[in-house]
């Protein structure tokens, strides 16, 4: 590798990559309270003030790191639903659910997921950013797709939120169980979750 090949030579524009990468890292293993930029600038071979011409502070790079992976996943999401609306709800709901479910495992959103779950309660604007920016985007997409299988009678009359907030709840809950296997060993493959979550659902959901 040359000098040229190092990350503190890489060009200006890859540099909030550089620096999103180490964030990744530096708060999955101290949590976002205990991850200081310092150590954050060191891994990503930068120097602290290159951290502040980008993100002026901790909660700025987690926005930054939300949009990166949650946020562009559901606008891709959003891109590829317009573009199906002949698909029956039934299977936007499976190629929706497959996908979320591989999505939900990869280890970036396993990160998020635990400075969600057990830190941004100690950060009222990070979590209503959250709240709204994720949470609420996810809803809307799910409860879209099941208010239009309901007005074609795919579905029984249900309400669209509910039933969006029960699809959550299922799929979030089996990600964090399935991260943690080793204390929930009645669990299948991957695969396997998958497929009882979406039989189980969507038998809820049929008339």
Known sequence: MTLLDTPRRRAPEARPTQILDAA?????????????LDDIAKRAQVAKGTIYLYFPNKEALFR??????????????????AGLASETAEAQLRRLGQGWW????????QALQRLVALELG???????????????RG?????????????????????????????SSIWM???????????????GSDEQVLDDMLEFYLYALRP
């Open 24 to 36: 990744f890292h530096e708060f999955g293993e101290r949590g976002l309270a205990g991850a200081r």
């Open 64 to 81: 930054e790191m939300v949009h990166a992976t949650i946020v562009s996943a559901l606008v891709e999401e959003e891109a590829s639903l």
């Open 102 to 109: 591989t999505f939900l495992r990869t280890e970036r959103v």
């Open 122 to 136: 100690q950060f009222p604007d990070l979590m209503q950013f959250y709240a709204d920016e994720v949470i609420a």
């Open 139 to 167: 809803r809307r997409l799910v409860s879209g797709i099941i208010a239009r299988g309901v007005e074609r009678g795919e579905f029984r009359e249900v309400d669209p939120q509910i039933a969006a907030r029960m699809f």
């Open 173 to 187: 809950s089996h990600s964090t169980w399935c991260a943690r296997r080793e204390f929930f060993k009645t669990l």
